[in-house]
């Protein structure tokens, strides 16, 4: 018996996506957040990917959590049935302290 997943599939929208990078670039309040709303586009417009926002866990929050329906045909079927993605507003890499503390709230 097979299990029918939800489709939550976005078309891509180049318009769309350049709108955000350029607010975010802007330097303007709330870059953190139009970050993780183009990550939330980019993310649903990939088959078989479904992003959920601002999760509050203990210790901490999680921007993104991605759930991975993995389609068999498709390309993201090796990923693992959910993934993390931390959106930073900041330009120097994340340091390995950081990238530890991160996965200690998970």
């Known amino acids: 018996m097979s299990v029918v997943r939800p489709t939550y599939l976005f078309p891509f929208n180049s318009h769309y996506v350049a709108y955000l990078i350029n607010l975010i670039r802007s330097g303007q309040d709330q870059r953190g957040v139009l970050l993780e709303n183009l990550m939330s586009y980019l993310i649903r ?3 078989g990917l479904e992003p ?3 999760l509050i ?3 901490g929050e999680i921007d993104l959590l991605v759930r991975n329906y993995r389609p068999f045909v498709e390309p993201l ?3 693992e049935d ?4 931390e959106c930073k507003d900041q330009s120097r890499r994340v340091n390995e302290k950081e990238n530890i503390e ?5």
């Open 82 to 85: 959910y993934f993390l993605v």
């Open 45 to 47: 417009t990939v088959p």
């Open 57 to 59: 866990i203990k210790g």
């Open 102 to 106: 991160m996965w200690k709230l998970w």
């Open 77 to 79: 079927r090796w990923l």
């Open 52 to 54: 959920a926002r601002r």
